[in-house]
Each structure stands twice: as structure tokens, then as C-alpha cells.
């Protein structure tokens, strides 16, 4: 990606930083950049479901559950009793409506709630599942933690996590943090995190390319359109800001972003397992 565009937008002779996007086009981004993860499809729950040993009878939490697929596809293929919590009501809302037109008869439960402060006792499920979406937690660190407490002793915590790649300098990420509305981390940090939280034995897959085989079986090769009215809300937030000149530009920026996000290898992305410590740690 371009430093010019991380830094900022020209507009006249100022350089001016682009302002946010809208919900609607963080959601793309993160289509985009979480893309080729998600791409993998049946690959990677098969990988999550035998990391968290889950089976009929297993009480399983998955955090940042968003639109639910992850939670009901656990409790369709496993038997599992699953709960999915997700900050944004939107999206728990759409989890429940697909769950209720499946009619699928499976054990699955939705709640709204913020992923540093689960509405859980401390040591109840089995095992913890934390999507992507832990990233975009108003303390991430706090967030794994909270997931940790809620798991049982010996339980397993497995982490769904974006990592920075070596090619991306330090000084641009708060930008791309500003657009992709969560914030990855180095993998190194995400273990120290994991440790610090209370999980030993952690293990490290990198799904970057599509998987373990290291295969990408659907690969996103296209950038998502903007629809006429994430484009009128895209201009007319920059024309409130800025003005009539600003606001013809800030689609095609917008545009720009995606195209660019698709094409860059900005973050990786790993599948981080722990178990919890069923011990208190020395202070």
C-alpha cells in the first residue's frame, strides 16, 4: 500500500488524513483482508473443531461469533452445546434470524456483550473459540484474557488471529488500524498475550495461504462493489467534512483502499492453541 495514501489525502495544498469509512466499507475491508482465511471454508472448522476436542456434551464458547457461522457449524458437525457472543447487536441479530430459518434443531445460543467484559462466571465451558473479531476488542489483551477466564482448568483456548507481516512498517499500521477497524498484532505478541493470560502449551498453525496444505481451495480474486448508497454515504459524510471538492473524491479513495487491500499481503493470519493453566501463577 502506498505511504502516500496511509499518511493522508491531498486537498489543495493541505495534507489532510482520510477520515474513517463507513460501517458499511470497514465491513468490506475486513471481507477483503479476512477473505482468503475465511476462503478455506470446511478446512478450517474441521482444523478448529478437533483443536477444541469438540463433541456432543462439550459446553463451547465462541467469541466474536459476528453473523454465527463459525458457532452453528461447530453444533451441527459436533454435537457440541454452543454459545456465540458478539459486541455488534447487527450481527447477533442476523446470527439468530439464519439459525431460526435453518431450522437445524442444533444447540446454539446468541448474546450481545463485549469481548473484555463476557457476561459469564469464570470457568464454565469447556473449551473458548476467539474470531477475529477479538482484534477489534477495546483492549484486545483484555479480551484474551476474558476468554481464559471463562474456560475450565486444562480447557482449551483456541485463537483465530490477523498478525502483522514483516512487510508492513511500524509507522503505517495506526492507519490500517484506523481502516480495517480491528487491530493485528505480531504473532510473537499474540503468544506473549496467550501466556500472560494463563495458557501453556501453545501451538501455532499459519492459515495465511488458505491452510495447513498451504492451499488457498477458493482464493478472493475480486474486490467487492460499493452499492449506490455506501457511495452516497461515502460522499456525503467527506462533502459534511470537508466540502463539495472533497466529497468527489472520497469514493474513488474508498475504492482505491479495497483494490489495494486485495492485492497487498498486509496480514497473515494464525490459529493459536493454549490450554489453561489450572494453577495459579507465581506473582
Not at 476436542?53 to 464458547?61: D, K, P
Not at 484474557?145 to 512487510?167: C, D, F, I, M, Y
Not at 512498517?169 to 505480531?186: I, K, Q, S, T, W
Request: with cysteine; charged share 25%.
Amino acid at each position: 500500500m502506498t505511504r502516500a495514501y496511509l499518511q493522508g489525502v491531498m486537498t489543495s495544498d493541505r495534507l489532510l488524513p482520510p477520515p474513517p469509512p463507513v460501517p458499511a466499507v470497514l465491513r468490506l475491508v475486513q471481507m477483503v483482508m479476512l477473505g482468503r482465511w475465511r476462503a478455506t471454508g470446511e478446512e478450517l472448522y474441521r482444523e478448529v473443531a478437533d483443536l477444541a476436542e469438540a463433541r456432543g456434551g462439550t459446553e463451547l464458547l465462541v467469541a466474536g461469533c459476528g453473523e454465527g457461522v463459525t458457532a452453528e457449524w461447530l453444533a451441527a458437525r459436533t454435537g457440541a452445546s454452543v454459545t456465540g457472543v458478539d459486541p455488534d447487536p447487527v450481527r447477533i441479530a442476523s446470527a439468530e434470524q439464519r439459525l431460526r430459518s435453518s431450522a437445524s434443531g442444533t444447540s446454539v445460543t446468541f448474546e450481545v456483550a463485549p469481548l473484555d467484559d463476557l457476561p459469564h462466571e469464570t470457568a464454565v465451558f469447556d473449551a473458548v473459540v476467539g474470531e477475529s473479531a477479538i482484534a477489534a476488542a477495546s483492549d484486545p489483551q483484555r479480551a484474551l484474557a476474558e476468554l481464559v477466564r471463562v474456560t475450565k482448568p486444562l480447557g482449551r483456548v483456541v485463537l483465530l488471529v490477523p498478525t502483522w507481516t514483516s512487510e508492513i512498517p511500524a509507522g503505517d499500521r495506526e492507519a490500517l488500524v484506523e481502516r480495517l477497524g480491528l487491530r493485528p498484532f505480531l504473532l510473537v505478541e499474540w503468544k506473549q498475550m496467550s501466556r500472560e493470560a494463563g495458557l501453556v502449551d501453545l501451538t501455532v498453525q499459519d492459515w495465511s495461504e488458505g491452510g495447513t496444505s498451504g492451499r488457498n481451495t477458493s482464493p478472493v480474486t475480486s474486490v467487492p462493489a460499493l452499492t449506490w448508497r455506501q457511495k452516497a454515504h461515502i460522499a456525503g459524510r467527506a462533502w459534511r467534512r470537508r466540502g463539495w471538492r472533497a466529497a468527489r473524491g472520497a469514493v474513488r479513495r474508498e475504492v482505491e483502499l479495497l483494490e489495494e487491500l486485495s492485492r497487498e499481503r498486509a496480514l497473515g493470519f494464525q490459529v493459536i492453541t493454549g490450554v489453561k493453566w489450572p494453577y495459579a501463577r507465581p506473582a
